[in-house]
């Protein structure tokens, strides 16, 4: 069974502060994907990335995929209060027939003070 | 836009008792799949199915089954409640296909059993 350890589990910062919150395994990943959650819906998908040492940003968010496909993390520079959620990363499992899925680390839940 | 829809936001069942959850999507995915969420243990999945009438274990399958009699449809069913089954359960869909991994997730049924 592929893991995924996500930390920290819990962050809580003021406005214009910046974080990181980092995903990593001992397993590769055909793809890793980020998804932020909001209190009574479901998780939505913010970025996948795909390619050992990719880089993708989302305004003031970055996603990076390591160069072993093992690990990710996201940045936020300057967060703001409307950034406050449960943060997901998942990653997709290499080869064979997955059906698409998905390994989910714990979460990071996310508290911006104004 | 693709929309998964939930049966119920909230649930509340007696030990014992046989409890259906329902889920479908609009967009003519292949692949569904019912997770449970709970705090510090990101999402796990339940079941998973690839076709219609076609069902996979996932991680964590023990006191849970599944039905898929129409493609659109998915339900999660617990033969026999118990208190332990208190969670958040999630469905999901996503296409089929070389890049299978976004999943389209529903707002998510609390479920409460006493």
């Known amino acids: 069974t592929q893991l995924l350890e996500q930390s920290p589990q819990f962050l809580s910062i003021q406005e214009g502060e910046n974080l990181t919150v980092y995903c990593n395994s001992s397993?590769?990943?055909?793809?890793l994907q980020w998804y932020r959650q909001e209190p009574g819906e479901g998780p939505v998908l913010l970025v996948t990335?795909?390619?050992?040492?990719e880089v993708k940003k989302l305004k003031r968010l970055t996603f990076q995929f390591g160069d072993a496909r093992k690990d990710s993390s996201l940045h936020i520079t300057a967060a703001q209060p409307g950034d406050t959620g449960l943060y997901l990363c998942?990653?997709?499992?290499?080869?064979?027939?997955?059906?698409?899925?998905?390994?989910f680390g714990q979460g990071t839940i996310l508290t911006v003070h104004p | 836009d693709v929309k998964v829809t939930q049966s119920s936001r909230y649930l509340v069942k007696r030990t014992g008792e046989k409890v259906f959850l329902e889920c479908v999507q609009d967009?003519?995915?292949?692949?569904m799949f019912w997770y449970r969420q709970d705090p510090g243990l990101g999402l796990r999945l339940i079941y998973f199915?690839?076709?219609?009438?076609?069902?996979e274990k996932g991680d964590i399958p023990e006191g849970y089954s599944v039905s898929r009699e129409k493609k659109e449809r998915f339900s999660l069913i617990l033969e026999s409640a118990s208190t332990n089954q208190t969670s958040m359960y999630l469905c999901?869909?996503?296409?089929?296909?070389?890049?299978?991994?976004?999943?389209?997730f529903g707002p998510g049924t609390r479920l409460t059993v006493l």
């Open positions: 999901a869909s996503s296409w089929a296909g070389p890049s299978t991994d976004t999943q389209y």
């Open positions: 397993s590769v990943f055909s793809s």
């Open positions: 990335v795909v390619t050992g040492g």
């Open positions: 998942a990653g997709l499992a290499l080869g064979g027939t997955s059906y698409g899925k998905l390994t």
């Open positions: 967009m003519d995915h292949e692949n």
């Open positions: 199915s690839y076709d219609v009438k076609m069902k």
